[in-house]
């Protein structure tokens, strides 16, 4: 996502965040964790609910779905749909690496999800939900493009689980038609919705400029 390879300077949230229990109300989270994260060498990014599955297989425990918590400093929150292994002596382990702080070790601020009976059959896709921190018309601007194009994003991916003969490979990452009938509604498909999704994004990262121009005035403000 743009928003994570931007300019945009972006840590963890901590505890005693600022809009921390303000983002916790609007998810209706249960908890509120501060997972240690040692990414697991086999483990890929974008791939956090298949590698704790994984890992379950493995090693035992279960999974924990909930919201991986990002503060784009002097800006917003931001929360990413997320899974952590529940070891078998009940700690919280965060084994999936992310571009949004760093690849490597750190704690990931973890909001529980109430929900925990996700299929994965099927991509999730959770839309990131942001809490504003500022009163900024370049904020609210962004963050509506930036739902707008998940929104169709998730929209195209409904409308491909409903053509027979899909499945989806979550070791790849990608649909496979089992025919070439369905192969051939899924061309139908993306010539129909990759254009949206394409103008959408289009309009984010123009948005994205006016976002990292907010950022800087707002941390030169505060120096």
Known sequence: MEIAGSMLIQADAVQGTHGLEALRAKLSAVDLHFVPRHPAVWARPGRCYWNVRDCVAESGGRIRFGWLVVEIAALTLLAWHHAVWQQADGQLLDITPHMQTGWGQGTTTFLED??????????????????????????????????????????????????????????????????????????????????????????????????????????????
């Open 114 to 223: 109430p929900k925990q009976n996700y299929d994965l059959s099927w991509p999730p896709a959770k839309i990131q939900q942001f809490e504003p921190l500022i009163r900024d018309a370049r904020l609210n601007a962004f963050i509506e493009a930036y739902q707008a194009q998940f929104a169709l994003q998730r929209a195209y991916l409904e409308k491909q689980r409903g053509v027979a003969g899909i499945e989806f490979d979550d070791v790849n990452m990608r649909l496979h038609a089992e025919d070439p009938i369905s192969g051939v509604l899924l061309q139908d498909l993306e010539r129909t919705w990759q254009p949206k999704i394409q103008a959408a994004d289009a309009l984010r990262g123009i948005l994205l400029d006016g976002l990292v121009a907010c950022q800087n005035e707002r941390l030169q403000q505060a120096a």
